[in-house]
């Protein structure tokens, strides 16, 4: 079931996009769980990556650490530590990206926001649960950047959190202080579909006005 942007009240009159780019980032754009068997070239994961970091945090701390796994080895051990249930798609995927937050951040703040690094830094370098909250919190936000800008890039995206995230840790962040959070499948989708869209919540069921 495709969603009509001309059905949604005054969508059409109140988005800045045309009705392509909306429907294509929004409106028509579903989870893929099969795959074509086109691949995914560097220079679009760098393109997806340019309109991801372009995304707000807080403090500008862009916590988000992305690993690809492309070859075949790669992917074999990323699929030993994911839910029975994901590994088929995760193993044929075009690409997939794990995705984790630096647990130190804070130490790129002289370059992300020098006006006010000398204040901050200290702060966060004593508050290590504060630290830690605010980097896990700001990757997940930037984790949705990251879904639309695969969609953007023309690609369908499968994102999940059934795995095993001390596993993969253990696996692909072994020598940093990355903490992993999100793995996302991506690609061209086979064209298969699972079932209708899910219902979406209604406006006055999700919102209140104050």
């Given at each position: 079931?495709?969603?009509?942007?001309?059905s949604?009240?005054?969508?059409?009159?109140?988005?800045?996009?045309?009705?392509d780019?909306?429907?294509?980032?929004?409106?028509?754009?579903?989870?893929?769980?099969?795959?074509?068997?086109?691949?995914?070239?560097?220079?679009?994961?760098?393109?997806?990556?340019?309109?991801?970091?372009?995304?707000?945090?807080?403090?500008?701390?862009?916590?988000?650490?992305?690993?690809?796994?492309?070859?075949?080895?790669?992917?074999?051990?990323?699929?030993?530590?994911?839910?029975?249930?994901?590994?088929?798609?995760?193993?044929?995927?075009?690409?997939?990206?794990?995705l984790?937050?630096?647990?130190?951040?804070?130490?790129?703040?002289?370059?992300?926001?020098?006006?006010?690094?000398?204040?901050?830094?200290?702060?966060?370098?004593?508050?290590?649960?504060?630290?830690?909250?605010?980097?896990?919190?700001?990757?997940?936000?930037?984790?949705?950047?990251?879904?639309?800008?695969?969609?953007?890039?023309?690609?369908?995206?499968g994102?999940m959190?059934?795995f095993?995230p001390?596993?993969?840790?253990?696996?692909?962040?072994?020598?940093?202080?990355?903490?992993?959070?999100?793995?996302?499948?991506?690609?061209?989708?086979?064209?298969?579909?699972?079932?209708d869209?899910?219902?979406?919540?209604?406006?006055?069921?999700?919102?209140?006005?104050?």
């Amino acid at each position: 079931m495709s969603i009509d942007i001309a059905s949604e009240p005054d969508l059409n009159n109140q988005l800045i996009l045309d009705a392509d780019a909306a429907a294509a980032l929004f409106m028509e754009a579903r989870t893929a769980n099969s795959w074509s068997d086109e691949k995914v070239s560097d220079e679009t994961l760098q393109a997806i990556y340019a309109l991801t970091k372009m995304g707000p945090t807080a403090f500008n701390g862009q916590p988000l650490r992305i690993t690809w796994v492309r070859s075949s080895e790669a992917r074999e051990r990323l699929v030993e530590h994911m839910m029975d249930g994901n590994k088929a798609k995760t193993l044929t995927a075009p690409m997939v990206a794990v995705l984790s937050f630096s647990q130190e951040w804070h130490a790129l703040m002289p370059t992300t926001a020098p006006h006010m690094a000398d204040m901050l830094m200290p702060m966060f370098e004593a508050n290590v649960e504060s630290r830690i909250a605010a980097g896990n919190n700001n990757a997940h936000v930037q984790a949705g950047y990251f879904i639309l800008a695969a969609r953007a890039a023309g690609l369908a995206v499968g994102p999940m959190t059934g795995f095993n995230p001390s596993g993969v840790d253990a696996e692909f962040n072994g020598d940093s202080n990355f903490k992993s959070f999100m793995v996302v499948n991506m690609g061209k989708p086979s064209g298969d579909v699972d079932r209708d869209r899910l219902h979406r919540l209604d406006f006055d069921l999700a919102t209140v006005t104050l």
